[in-house]
Protein backbone atom coordinates (compact mmCIF):
# COMPACT_ATOMS: atom_id res chain seq x y z
CA UNK A 1 0.00 0.00 0.00
CA UNK A 2 1.07 3.33 -1.14
CA UNK A 3 1.73 6.24 1.38
CA UNK A 4 -0.18 9.23 0.76
CA UNK A 5 1.64 12.40 1.02
CA UNK A 6 1.44 14.93 3.95
CA UNK A 7 0.36 12.02 6.29
CA UNK A 8 3.25 12.54 8.69
CA UNK A 9 3.00 16.05 8.97
CA UNK A 10 -0.76 15.58 9.85
CA UNK A 11 0.79 13.08 12.86
CA UNK A 12 3.33 15.86 14.39
CA UNK A 13 0.38 18.25 13.98
CA UNK A 14 -1.93 16.03 16.40
CA UNK A 15 1.20 15.57 18.45
CA UNK A 16 1.51 18.93 19.15
CA UNK A 17 -1.75 19.79 20.20
CA UNK A 18 -1.71 16.90 22.61
CA UNK A 19 0.99 18.20 24.06
CA UNK A 20 -0.04 21.94 24.35
CA UNK A 21 -3.49 20.18 26.24
CA UNK A 22 -1.25 18.31 28.56
CA UNK A 23 0.36 21.61 29.61
CA UNK A 24 -2.95 23.84 29.73
CA UNK A 25 -3.80 20.64 32.19
CA UNK A 26 -1.03 20.21 34.30
CA UNK A 27 -0.67 24.14 34.85
CA UNK A 28 -4.42 24.16 36.13
CA UNK A 29 -3.64 21.10 38.50
CA UNK A 30 -0.62 23.09 39.69
CA UNK A 31 -2.78 26.29 40.28
CA UNK A 32 -5.61 24.42 41.23
CA UNK A 33 -3.10 22.80 44.41
CA UNK A 34 -1.20 26.03 45.08
CA UNK A 35 -4.30 28.38 45.53
CA UNK A 36 -6.97 25.74 46.54
CA UNK A 37 -8.94 27.32 49.65
CA UNK A 38 -8.43 30.80 48.30
CA UNK A 39 -10.85 32.93 48.13
CA UNK A 40 -11.20 36.25 46.31
CA UNK A 41 -13.12 39.42 48.44
CA UNK A 42 -13.63 42.76 47.98
CA UNK A 43 -11.87 44.78 50.79
CA UNK A 44 -11.44 48.42 52.38
CA UNK A 45 -9.14 50.20 54.52
CA UNK A 46 -9.68 51.50 57.63
CA UNK A 47 -9.35 55.55 57.23
CA UNK A 48 -10.04 58.71 59.10
CA UNK A 49 -12.38 61.46 57.55
CA UNK A 50 -15.61 63.67 57.94
CA UNK A 51 -18.87 61.18 58.19
CA UNK A 52 -21.89 63.44 57.38
CA UNK A 53 -25.56 62.07 57.27
CA UNK A 54 -28.19 64.03 55.74
CA UNK A 55 -31.73 63.45 54.95
CA UNK A 56 -33.35 65.67 52.10
CA UNK A 57 -37.23 66.69 51.39
CA UNK A 58 -39.11 69.06 49.40
CA UNK A 59 -40.94 72.53 51.35
CA UNK A 60 -42.50 75.42 50.58
CA UNK A 61 -41.47 79.13 51.40
CA UNK A 62 -43.96 81.45 53.44
CA UNK A 63 -43.44 84.73 54.62
CA UNK A 64 -42.87 85.40 58.79
CA UNK A 65 -44.34 88.81 58.68
CA UNK A 66 -46.76 88.16 55.94
CA UNK A 67 -50.24 91.01 55.13
CA UNK A 68 -53.01 90.46 52.99
CA UNK A 69 -55.67 93.16 52.07
CA UNK A 70 -59.11 92.25 51.48
CA UNK A 71 -62.14 93.75 50.22
CA UNK A 72 -64.78 94.93 52.65
CA UNK A 73 -67.14 95.25 50.90
CA UNK A 74 -68.78 94.77 47.28
CA UNK A 75 -67.04 97.80 45.46
CA UNK A 76 -65.00 98.94 42.61
CA UNK A 77 -61.28 99.34 42.22
CA UNK A 78 -60.40 102.99 42.22
CA UNK A 79 -56.57 102.94 42.04
CA UNK A 80 -53.74 100.90 42.31
CA UNK A 81 -50.37 102.71 43.29
CA UNK A 82 -47.83 99.72 43.86
CA UNK A 83 -46.72 96.91 41.62
CA UNK A 84 -45.50 93.81 41.57
CA UNK A 85 -42.02 93.14 43.13
CA UNK A 86 -41.61 96.36 44.52
CA UNK A 87 -40.49 97.60 48.21
CA UNK A 88 -42.76 99.99 50.03
CA UNK A 89 -42.25 102.01 53.34
CA UNK A 90 -44.63 101.43 56.13
CA UNK A 91 -47.48 103.22 55.64
CA UNK A 92 -47.86 104.10 51.91
CA UNK A 93 -50.95 103.87 50.30
CA UNK A 94 -50.95 100.81 48.26
CA UNK A 95 -54.37 100.18 47.01
CA UNK A 96 -57.86 102.26 46.91
CA UNK A 97 -61.76 101.54 46.43
CA UNK A 98 -64.47 103.68 45.68
CA UNK A 99 -65.37 104.69 49.28
CA UNK A 100 -68.61 106.70 48.36
CA UNK A 101 -71.38 104.34 50.01
CA UNK A 102 -68.50 104.04 52.89
CA UNK A 103 -69.05 107.54 53.31
CA UNK A 104 -72.64 107.97 53.44
CA UNK A 105 -72.97 104.70 55.94
CA UNK A 106 -70.39 106.27 58.64
CA UNK A 107 -72.92 109.61 57.61
CA UNK A 108 -75.79 107.51 58.89
CA UNK A 109 -73.83 105.55 61.51
CA UNK A 110 -73.07 108.47 63.21
CA UNK A 111 -76.35 110.62 62.72
CA UNK A 112 -77.93 107.10 64.73
CA UNK A 113 -75.26 107.24 67.61
CA UNK A 114 -75.81 110.95 68.02
CA UNK A 115 -80.21 110.23 67.91
CA UNK A 116 -79.34 107.71 70.77
CA UNK A 117 -77.25 109.63 73.25
CA UNK A 118 -79.69 112.62 72.70
CA UNK A 119 -82.11 109.83 73.81
CA UNK A 120 -80.59 108.50 77.06
CA UNK A 121 -79.76 112.14 77.65
CA UNK A 122 -83.19 113.03 77.58
CA UNK A 123 -84.42 110.29 79.45
CA UNK A 124 -81.25 110.79 82.66
CA UNK A 125 -82.56 113.99 83.09
CA UNK A 126 -86.40 114.37 83.00
CA UNK A 127 -86.96 114.66 79.13
CA UNK A 128 -86.17 116.60 76.57
CA UNK A 129 -85.52 120.67 76.96
CA UNK A 130 -88.98 121.79 76.09
CA UNK A 131 -90.82 119.13 78.56
CA UNK A 132 -88.13 119.69 81.28
CA UNK A 133 -89.41 123.75 81.16
CA UNK A 134 -92.97 122.58 81.07
CA UNK A 135 -92.10 120.60 84.32
CA UNK A 136 -90.23 122.98 85.98
CA UNK A 137 -93.28 125.43 85.73
CA UNK A 138 -95.93 123.32 87.25
CA UNK A 139 -93.40 122.29 89.66
CA UNK A 140 -93.76 126.24 90.85
CA UNK A 141 -97.26 126.30 90.25
CA UNK A 142 -97.89 122.93 92.25
CA UNK A 143 -95.66 125.04 95.60
CA UNK A 144 -97.48 128.41 95.22
CA UNK A 145 -100.97 126.25 95.60
CA UNK A 146 -99.80 124.64 98.33
CA UNK A 147 -98.48 127.13 99.87
CA UNK A 148 -101.76 129.12 99.64
CA UNK A 149 -103.88 125.98 100.86
CA UNK A 150 -101.26 125.74 103.96
CA UNK A 151 -102.10 129.68 104.63
CA UNK A 152 -106.18 128.98 104.10
CA UNK A 153 -106.11 126.00 106.80
CA UNK A 154 -103.94 128.13 109.43
CA UNK A 155 -106.82 131.22 108.86
CA UNK A 156 -109.72 128.57 109.31
CA UNK A 157 -107.96 126.84 112.54
CA UNK A 158 -107.70 130.41 113.77
CA UNK A 159 -111.44 131.59 112.92
CA UNK A 160 -112.36 127.50 114.63
CA UNK A 161 -110.80 128.56 117.54
CA UNK A 162 -112.86 131.65 117.73
CA UNK A 163 -115.87 129.82 116.66
CA UNK A 164 -116.04 131.86 113.00
CA UNK A 165 -114.97 128.62 111.53
CA UNK A 166 -117.18 125.58 111.58
CA UNK A 167 -115.08 121.95 111.49
CA UNK A 168 -115.96 120.85 107.99
CA UNK A 169 -114.73 124.61 106.47
CA UNK A 170 -111.29 123.40 108.22
CA UNK A 171 -111.34 119.63 106.97
CA UNK A 172 -112.05 120.47 103.48
CA UNK A 173 -109.16 123.38 104.18
CA UNK A 174 -106.65 120.07 105.26
CA UNK A 175 -107.72 117.93 102.39
CA UNK A 176 -107.09 120.49 100.04
CA UNK A 177 -103.21 121.00 101.16
CA UNK A 178 -102.60 117.17 101.48
CA UNK A 179 -103.67 117.29 97.33
CA UNK A 180 -101.71 120.09 96.48
CA UNK A 181 -98.71 118.15 98.53
CA UNK A 182 -99.23 115.01 96.92
CA UNK A 183 -99.35 116.82 93.50
CA UNK A 184 -96.41 118.50 94.33
CA UNK A 185 -94.75 115.20 95.38
CA UNK A 186 -95.40 113.73 92.15
CA UNK A 187 -93.98 116.28 89.84
CA UNK A 188 -90.61 116.15 92.24
CA UNK A 189 -90.38 112.38 91.16
CA UNK A 190 -90.75 113.36 87.93
CA UNK A 191 -87.84 115.94 88.24
CA UNK A 192 -85.42 113.29 89.87
CA UNK A 193 -86.16 109.75 88.42
CA UNK A 194 -89.38 109.75 85.56
CA UNK A 195 -88.27 106.41 84.14
CA UNK A 196 -88.14 103.22 85.08
CA UNK A 197 -84.47 100.84 84.99
CA UNK A 198 -85.43 98.64 81.93
CA UNK A 199 -86.40 102.16 80.43
CA UNK A 200 -82.72 103.19 80.95
CA UNK A 201 -81.14 99.85 80.33
CA UNK A 202 -83.03 100.46 77.16
CA UNK A 203 -81.58 103.23 76.26
CA UNK A 204 -78.06 102.27 76.57
CA UNK A 205 -78.31 99.24 75.10
CA UNK A 206 -79.84 101.75 71.86
CA UNK A 207 -76.70 103.53 72.27
CA UNK A 208 -73.87 101.02 73.04
CA UNK A 209 -75.55 99.36 68.97
CA UNK A 210 -75.13 102.88 67.65
CA UNK A 211 -71.78 103.24 68.64
CA UNK A 212 -70.76 99.87 67.78
CA UNK A 213 -72.02 100.44 63.99
CA UNK A 214 -70.11 103.70 63.88
CA UNK A 215 -66.91 101.93 64.69
CA UNK A 216 -67.81 99.20 62.16
CA UNK A 217 -68.69 102.13 59.44
CA UNK A 218 -65.63 103.82 60.34
CA UNK A 219 -63.40 100.90 59.81
CA UNK A 220 -65.28 99.86 56.48
CA UNK A 221 -63.55 103.08 55.10
CA UNK A 222 -60.26 102.97 56.37
CA UNK A 223 -59.85 99.58 54.87
CA UNK A 224 -61.12 101.24 51.55
CA UNK A 225 -57.64 102.57 51.32
CA UNK A 226 -54.99 99.55 51.12
CA UNK A 227 -51.99 101.20 53.40
CA UNK A 228 -48.47 98.98 54.05
CA UNK A 229 -48.61 98.02 57.83
CA UNK A 230 -44.60 97.73 57.73
CA UNK A 231 -41.81 98.02 55.12
CA UNK A 232 -41.87 94.95 52.90
CA UNK A 233 -42.13 93.98 49.19
CA UNK A 234 -45.22 93.68 47.36
CA UNK A 235 -45.35 90.14 46.15
CA UNK A 236 -48.92 89.77 44.53
CA UNK A 237 -51.42 92.20 42.93
CA UNK A 238 -54.89 90.20 41.95
CA UNK A 239 -56.95 93.23 40.64
CA UNK A 240 -56.75 96.09 38.13
CA UNK A 241 -58.32 99.45 38.23
CA UNK A 242 -61.80 99.93 37.56
CA UNK A 243 -62.16 95.88 38.81
CA UNK A 244 -65.70 95.08 40.85
CA UNK A 245 -64.59 93.15 43.69
CA UNK A 246 -67.13 91.24 45.83
CA UNK A 247 -66.57 91.66 49.78
CA UNK A 248 -63.90 88.94 50.60
CA UNK A 249 -61.80 89.22 47.63
CA UNK A 250 -58.47 89.34 48.22
CA UNK A 251 -56.35 92.07 46.83
CA UNK A 252 -52.81 92.30 47.41
CA UNK A 253 -49.96 90.81 49.45
CA UNK A 254 -46.62 92.06 50.42
CA UNK A 255 -44.03 90.35 53.30
CA UNK A 256 -40.87 91.32 54.69
CA UNK A 257 -38.93 89.05 52.32
CA UNK A 258 -35.91 89.08 54.30
CA UNK A 259 -37.50 87.14 57.39
CA UNK A 260 -38.75 84.34 56.19
CA UNK A 261 -39.26 80.63 56.82
CA UNK A 262 -39.68 77.18 54.99
CA UNK A 263 -42.27 74.47 55.69
CA UNK A 264 -40.81 71.33 54.83
CA UNK A 265 -42.77 67.92 54.78
CA UNK A 266 -41.07 65.07 56.46
CA UNK A 267 -42.30 61.40 55.72
CA UNK A 268 -43.43 59.89 58.64
CA UNK A 269 -40.15 57.29 59.11
CA UNK A 270 -38.15 60.50 59.27
CA UNK A 271 -39.70 62.65 61.62
CA UNK A 272 -37.76 61.00 64.52
CA UNK A 273 -34.24 61.45 63.31
CA UNK A 274 -35.24 65.69 63.63
CA UNK A 275 -33.84 67.57 66.21
CA UNK A 276 -33.86 71.06 66.95
CA UNK A 277 -31.18 73.25 65.76
CA UNK A 278 -29.68 70.93 63.21
CA UNK A 279 -28.22 73.17 59.62
CA UNK A 280 -30.12 72.88 56.83
CA UNK A 281 -29.09 73.58 53.12
CA UNK A 282 -31.91 75.39 51.08
CA UNK A 283 -31.99 75.12 47.07
CA UNK A 284 -34.45 76.88 44.33
CA UNK A 285 -34.85 75.31 41.23
CA UNK A 286 -35.07 78.47 39.68
CA UNK A 287 -31.46 80.11 41.16
CA UNK A 288 -30.04 76.72 41.09
CA UNK A 289 -26.49 78.08 41.79
CA UNK A 290 -27.89 79.70 44.74
CA UNK A 291 -27.58 77.83 47.93
CA UNK A 292 -29.26 79.58 51.05
CA UNK A 293 -28.69 78.19 54.93
CA UNK A 294 -30.92 77.68 57.95
CA UNK A 295 -31.88 75.32 60.76
CA UNK A 296 -34.55 73.57 62.25
CA UNK A 297 -36.96 75.88 64.47
CA UNK A 298 -39.42 73.43 64.85
CA UNK A 299 -40.05 69.62 64.44
CA UNK A 300 -43.04 68.00 63.39
CA UNK A 301 -45.85 67.36 66.45
CA UNK A 302 -49.01 65.85 64.15
CA UNK A 303 -48.95 63.78 61.05
CA UNK A 304 -50.99 65.50 57.75
CA UNK A 305 -51.78 64.28 54.31
CA UNK A 306 -49.50 66.10 51.71
CA UNK A 307 -50.41 64.92 48.30
CA UNK A 308 -49.93 61.31 48.13
CA UNK A 309 -47.81 60.96 51.47
CA UNK A 310 -48.40 61.05 55.41
CA UNK A 311 -46.03 64.05 56.31
CA UNK A 312 -44.75 65.87 59.46
CA UNK A 313 -44.55 69.52 59.23
CA UNK A 314 -40.96 71.23 60.53
CA UNK A 315 -40.72 74.69 60.40
CA UNK A 316 -36.82 76.00 58.86
CA UNK A 317 -35.54 79.83 59.70
CA UNK A 318 -33.68 81.12 56.46
CA UNK A 319 -30.67 82.94 57.96
CA UNK A 320 -29.56 84.20 55.03
CA UNK A 321 -32.33 85.50 52.94
CA UNK A 322 -31.89 88.47 51.20
CA UNK A 323 -35.67 89.00 49.40
CA UNK A 324 -34.58 86.84 46.48
CA UNK A 325 -36.70 84.08 47.72
CA UNK A 326 -40.51 84.61 47.22
CA UNK A 327 -43.50 83.34 49.12
CA UNK A 328 -45.08 79.90 48.19
CA UNK A 329 -42.07 79.11 45.92
CA UNK A 330 -40.93 75.10 46.46
CA UNK A 331 -37.41 74.49 47.54
CA UNK A 332 -35.51 71.51 48.53
CA UNK A 333 -33.96 71.06 51.53
CA UNK A 334 -31.36 69.29 53.31
CA UNK A 335 -31.30 68.63 56.99
CA UNK A 336 -27.36 67.79 57.66
CA UNK A 337 -28.47 65.20 61.22
CA UNK A 338 -24.67 64.51 61.58
CA UNK A 339 -21.24 65.72 61.01
CA UNK A 340 -18.13 64.10 62.44
CA UNK A 341 -14.68 65.00 61.70
CA UNK A 342 -11.45 62.99 62.22
CA UNK A 343 -13.60 59.52 62.68
CA UNK A 344 -12.26 56.32 61.77
CA UNK A 345 -14.46 54.99 58.91
CA UNK A 346 -15.13 51.78 57.23
CA UNK A 347 -17.86 50.70 54.79
CA UNK A 348 -21.35 50.41 56.40
CA UNK A 349 -21.28 46.52 54.18
CA UNK A 350 -18.20 45.72 56.09
CA UNK A 351 -20.11 45.91 59.38
CA UNK A 352 -22.05 42.23 60.56
CA UNK A 353 -23.69 41.42 63.77
CA UNK A 354 -25.36 38.11 65.66
CA UNK A 355 -26.25 37.70 68.92
CA UNK A 356 -22.72 38.48 70.20
CA UNK A 357 -22.61 41.96 68.93
CA UNK A 358 -20.93 44.35 65.94
CA UNK A 359 -18.05 42.52 64.43
CA UNK A 360 -15.89 42.43 61.41
CA UNK A 361 -13.29 40.28 59.18
CA UNK A 362 -9.86 41.72 59.64
CA UNK A 363 -7.69 40.19 56.89
CA UNK A 364 -4.31 39.43 58.61
CA UNK A 365 -1.69 37.82 56.83
CA UNK A 366 -3.94 37.06 53.79
CA UNK A 367 -6.22 35.22 56.00
CA UNK A 368 -10.08 36.48 57.63
CA UNK A 369 -10.13 36.94 61.73
CA UNK A 370 -13.67 38.21 63.55
CA UNK A 371 -12.64 41.37 65.30
CA UNK A 372 -15.65 42.47 67.72
CA UNK A 373 -15.77 46.50 66.87
CA UNK A 374 -17.77 49.18 68.84
CA UNK A 375 -19.73 51.60 66.49
CA UNK A 376 -20.62 55.29 66.49
CA UNK A 377 -22.36 57.23 64.25
CA UNK A 378 -23.96 55.72 60.73
CA UNK A 379 -25.02 56.66 57.53
CA UNK A 380 -26.33 55.10 54.59
CA UNK A 381 -22.64 53.79 53.33
CA UNK A 382 -20.05 54.17 56.24
CA UNK A 383 -19.94 53.50 59.94
CA UNK A 384 -18.04 54.97 62.47
CA UNK A 385 -15.50 53.02 64.80
CA UNK A 386 -15.05 53.93 68.25
CA UNK A 387 -13.22 50.65 68.96
CA UNK A 388 -11.57 47.37 67.60
CA UNK A 389 -9.60 48.82 65.12
CA UNK A 390 -6.54 50.61 64.16
CA UNK A 391 -6.19 53.20 61.09
CA UNK A 392 -5.00 51.44 57.97
CA UNK A 393 -6.48 48.14 59.14
CA UNK A 394 -7.85 46.09 56.16
CA UNK A 395 -11.54 44.82 56.23
CA UNK A 396 -13.10 41.96 53.88
CA UNK A 397 -16.73 43.36 52.19
CA UNK A 398 -18.13 40.40 50.57
CA UNK A 399 -16.79 37.53 48.37
CA UNK A 400 -16.85 37.69 44.58
CA UNK A 401 -18.55 34.77 44.33
CA UNK A 402 -21.23 35.46 46.64
CA UNK A 403 -20.08 32.25 49.19
CA UNK A 404 -20.17 33.30 52.87
CA UNK A 405 -17.14 34.41 54.77
CA UNK A 406 -15.85 33.10 58.05
CA UNK A 407 -12.86 33.14 60.53
CA UNK A 408 -9.78 31.56 59.01
CA UNK A 409 -10.24 31.99 55.59
CA UNK A 410 -7.59 32.65 53.03
CA UNK A 411 -8.41 35.15 50.67
CA UNK A 412 -7.18 37.13 48.47
CA UNK A 413 -8.11 41.28 46.73
CA UNK A 414 -10.46 40.93 43.83
CA UNK A 415 -7.68 41.14 40.64
Known sequence: MVEQPGTPTRKNTRRIWLFIALVILA??????????????????????????????????????????????????????????????????????????????????????????????????????????????????????????????????????????ASASEVNAARNTL???????????????????????????????????????????LHQEDVRAPFAGTVYSVLVRATDFVQAGDKLLQMADLKHIQVRAYFD????????????????????????????????????????????????????DSDGTLLPNTNVTITVTLMDIHDALIIPREALRADDSGDYVYRVVNGKLQRVPVKIGAINLTEVQILSGLPENAVVALTAADGSSLRSGLAVRPVA
Open 178 to 220: EEDEAALKTLGQQQTQNFAPIDLEHAQANLANAQAAYASALDV
Open 268 to 319: EPEIGKLTVGEPVRIIWQAQPKRVWHGHVIHTPTTIVSYTTRNVGEALISVD
Open 27 to 164: SALLLRHFTQGTVEVRMATVVRGQLISTLSTNGRVEPIDNFAAYSPKPSIVKAIYAHEGEKVAAGKLLLSLDDSNAKSEVAAALAAERGAQAQLQALQHGGTMPEQITLVGSIRKAKDARNQAAATLATLQQLQKQGA
